[in-house]
């Protein structure tokens, strides 16, 4: 068997799991995972408890982050996993870099431009390379939309029309965790947005160049809750008889994931996951509304929603010879509370091309297993396995894990200036 590469990884919350899980099953005889780090040692244990039941693997040795430095030194790994939480993204990717390492990142690459530029600034300083995960470039609708626009299908692309929906269980979710706090995750303009904004570089094979943006906080939070005649409210759900009444209570205690990796994990640093969303203190945006320019001239106006009944998307593309729609329905689901299979799993699917003298045509979609429409097998297979030639380049470099946070970042400028911001102000490459 030829060498396995060695993993460490940073962060071992709800997505962590993804990645040691692929490691330990899937991926067991290309990959090694040698240790975990992460301020909360119940849900290290937790990892390890899963990595030792379900797989027959030995525990972990388990790492606090003031130790991350001696669990590099001491295990050596080809490449740091960073799962930690999006603000201190930049932290260990950059000091992973520096002791050596490859690393790969969970989107997104980080949460503001000047932690970002002491990426790029790293990244030829210490000569290793960073990988930003972005799956949904991997579902096979994604890829279908990319070949279609590369191969010249409606000519050139001038305009998209880009509109996300999430919905009131996986939308409310941010709401309830540490992503309420813009310091923490960049508001969903970044930490959701990225994967949003990477597909459209993607599919234009472009970057972009001018953002304007738009948000509010209309739905969540407590004022607006008042306004709309709410009397009883709660600071959490576990302990309020709330569970079961309000359809946005998380029931933490009857699920053996959340209750494993938070309600039994908070002894350690306090953390709560399953806060009201109609309480205090949330100061990121659930209504947003994004116009962009690309290098490539093309204008992209994009809507996001954090409140709405059903969850997908809507896309429509406008070019020299007609124009492409997409529309996607995808399975609700909360973070690390069921199968990671049905993140993002597809209910409904349609990619329709209206040529500009001719008889619109519904397109042929492969059909994809596992999450994210299908594309986290691939991408798996993309970072731990034996990479396939790949003609549409899906795996994304730092540059495009910077690009596709830029445009977020600059959205959150503009709603804070009401002014439109040059991306190339904001960082240099």
Not at 80 to 100: C, F, K, N, P, Q
């Amino acid at each position: 068997m030829a060498t396995r590469k060695k993993y460490v990884q940073v962060g071992t919350g709800g997505r962590a799991r993804f990645f040691y899980e692929a490691i330990a099953d899937r991926f067991s005889e290309t990959s090694e995972l040698l240790a975990f780090c992460d301020m909360n040692q119940t849900r290290m244990d937790y990892a390890n408890h899963v990595l030792s039941s379900q797989y027959g693997l030995a525990p972990l040795p388990t790492y606090t982050p003031d130790r991350f430095d001696e669990m590099v030194l001491s295990h050596r790994p080809d490449t740091v996993i960073v799962t930690s939480i999006d603000r201190t993204h930049h932290r260990y990717i950059i000091r992973a870099m520096e002791l050596g390492c490859d690393v790969i990142s969970e989107k997104p690459m980080t949460t503001d431009e000047n932690k970002a530029q002491e990426i790029l600034d790293a990244i030829p300083r210490a000569g290793r390379k960073l990988r930003v995960t972005f799956n949904y470039r991997y579902a096979p609708h994604n890829t279908k939309v990319r070949e279609l626009i590369m191969d010249g299908t409606i000519g050139e692309i001038f305009s998209v029309h880009f509109e996300w929906l999430l919905n009131t269980q996986h939308g409310a979710d941010y709401f309830r965790r540490w992503h309420r706090d813009k310091r923490n995750s960049g508001g969903l303009l970044v930490h959701k947005a990225t994967h949003h904004f990477d597909l459209v570089n993607f599919w234009l094979g472009s970057r972009p160049k001018t953002v304007f943006a738009m948000g509010d906080l209309n739905f969540y939070g407590r004022e607006n809750a008042e306004k709309r005649g709410v009397t009883q409210f709660y600071t959490r759900a576990h302990g309020s008889g709330m569970v079961g009444v309000d359809h946005f209570a998380l029931d933490m205690e009857n699920n053996p994931q959340l209750k494993g990796l938070y309600l039994d994990a908070e002894k350690d640093d306090g953390y709560i996951r399953d806060q009201s969303v109609f309480g205090d203190g949330i100061n990121i945006e659930d209504t947003m509304g994004v116009m962009v320019r690309y290098r490539n001239n093309a204008i992209m106006t994009y809507s996001l929603n954090a409140y709405l009944p059903w969850e997908g998307y809507r896309v429509a593309f406008n070019g020299s010879k007609g124009r492409i729609q997409v529309a996607i329905v995808e399975q609700t689901y909360v973070n690390a509370g069921g199968n990671p299979a049905l993140e993002g799993a597809l209910e409904k699917k349609s990619i329709t091309v209206f040529p500009m003298f001719g008889e619109p045509y519904e397109v042929d979609i492969d059909e994809g297993a596992g999450g994210h429409g299908g594309g986290d097998p691939v991408l798996l297979n993309d970072i731990f396995g034996v990479p396939e030639p790949d003609r549409f380049n899906r795996a994304a470099s730092h540059i495009d894990g910077a690009m596709s946070i830029l445009t977020g970042i600059a959205a959150n400028k503009s709603i804070a200036t009401g002014m439109p911001v040059q991306i190339d102000q904001l960082v240099r490459f």
